[in-house]
């Protein structure tokens, strides 16, 4: 959406002038024009905080892990899983 307003300061009875005067900081001569425009700006492309993970990722959770590591990280889930267990 791209607007253009022109304000012409030549009319004392113009609405808000007074504001417009304080924004800009100086009051308008009558030879000046107030022009606000609104223009779409093209933002950068957001980084993703996650990498892409694919089921081939998730295949390899464990890996480089020993027997006695992997034993212990399901005792952790294990345990987490049963605290949302038998909920009134």
Known sequence: METELEINSAKPETP???SLD????CQLAS???LVIC?????????????????????TQ???GLSD??????????????NLTRHLP
């Not at 304080?22 to 900081?25: C, F, H, S």
């Not at 957001?46 to 990498?51: E, G, I, V, W, Y």
């Open 16 to 18: 808000h002038r007074q």
């Open 22 to 25: 304080e924004v800009i900081g």
């Open 31 to 33: 030879n000046q024009r």
């Open 38 to 58: 609104v223009k779409e700006i093209s933002l950068p492309a957001k980084a993703d905080s996650r990498p892409a993970q694919t089921l081939a990722d998730w």
């Open 61 to 63: 959770v464990y890996e």
């Open 68 to 81: 006695a590591e992997v034993d212990a990280v399901d005792q952790i889930v294990n345990n987490r899983v």
